[in-house]
């Protein structure tokens, strides 16, 4: 599926309404997929990069509606294979904006073998991932994220199946980029989605998503705007780990685990751990197990590092075979080598 794009003056600001389509949106009132989709509209002008050269591509699920409804170019493919696509896309033209849309589902279940190497190679395109622990589309199946016990239409007896943590499979697969941001957090969301756009490499953001219909209040204890400040913590590299109200708590590493302690001590700033963008996966992943309700749960970015971009490194890969073989062709390719003949 390709969105058809208006003739627009390259002299015209970008705004909002130059990435809304004219689809009509079709959600369940009240799906949190609203809030990410207003989200993506609002920071797409903020990158200065023209729709012509943006491309949203989906797979199966609700959450793979997003191209009908950004005014940009789009692939609304096959079940689990949009990061195939997606890389296939980036090798042929890298010098396009590539967002892969996808969710727990689609993303977690028959793609995530797809998933994984898109993460491992490194290519240059943005990955949100709709959480909500279950299977909207379908209506309301356990997925490969409900947690231990959850019962459903498949699971009436409890789901017995450990549940996947995308934020952790991301971080062992080697994504250079990883984060978590929750639906309804505005502010949040578009400085994550900046964040990730703009990172060179493959950017994997985990986001909070509520499905009203089948999971309803999935992440209460942490989306509701008054439970927030108390039940998460933002992970902003270079920025002390506090949190609370009037971020009145931080967390503190003692050398084997964090801990909770008081900013109202005097030496609290001193003791305060300071998240960095480690080399090392291990202390991302440290801070990934912090869970409710001992702690508070992490946001923000947990991973943001430089590595080599796949494609860039296939061009040059295309292009030292080129030099060697400067006269190459299709024909001496298939007619060289071990060949044999059957008689």
């Known amino acids: 599926m390709t969105t058809a794009l208006d003739i627009k003056n ?57 191209p009908y409804y950004l005014n940009t170019y789009g692939f609304h493919t096959i079940h689990g ?15 396009l904006s590539v967002w892969v849309i996808t969710g727990d589902g689609d993303g977690l279940s028959i793609g995530t073998n797809h998933l994984l190497h898109m993460m491992r190679r490194n290519v240059d395109v943005t990955i949100l991932l709709f ?8 209506k309301g199946q356990y997925s490969p994220t409900s947690e231990k016990g959850k019962k459903t239409k498949t699971t009436p007896l409890g789901s017995i199946d450990h549940p996947f943590d995308p ?23 578009q400085w994550v989605l900046k964040e990730a756009a703009s990172h ?48 009145d708590k931080g967390l503190r590493f003692n050398g084997d685990d964090f801990e909770i302690i008081s900013m109202a001590d005097e030496n609290a700033a001193s003791k305060v751990y300071v998240h ?35 494609e860039e490194e296939i061009k040059e890969m295309v292009l030292t075979a080129q030099n060697q073989q400067p006269q190459a062709s299709v024909d001496a390719l298939l007619r060289t080598g071990k060949t044999w003949t059957i008689k």
């Open 167 to 189: 934020v952790h499979l991301a971080l062992a697969a080697g994504c250079s980029f990883v984060a978590r941001s929750i639906d309804v957090d505005s502010k949040g969301l």
């Open 81 to 95: 294979r949009a990061p195939t696509i997606a890389t296939g896309l980036k090798i042929a033209r890298p010098e």
């Open 131 to 138: 959480n909500n622990r279950i299977y909207g589309l379908t």
């Open 10 to 66: 390259d002299d015209d600001p970008l705004t909002k309404e130059t990435f809304t389509s004219d689809q009509e949106v079709r959600w369940c009132p009240g799906c949190g997929d609203y809030a990410i989709l207003a989200s993506v509209q609002k920071v797409l002008p903020e990158l200065g990069i023209k729709r012509e050269n943006t491309v949203f591509i989906s797979g199966i699920g609700c959450s793979s509606r997003f």
């Open 276 to 310: 960095q963008n480690h080399d090392s996966i291990a202390m991302a992943i440290k801070l990934n197990e912090l869970q409710r309700p001992e702690f508070p749960v992490p946001v923000g970015i947990f991973r943001a590092m430089q590595r080599p971009i796949y």
């Open 200 to 247: 060179r490499g493959t950017s994997f953001v985990e986001i909070y998503q509520n499905c009203n219909v089948f999971n309803d209040g999935a992440f209460a204890d942490i989306s509701d705007r008054g439970l927030r400040a108390h039940n998460t913590i933002t992970l902003n590299p270079g920025n002390p780990l506090v949190f609370g109200q009037n971020n």
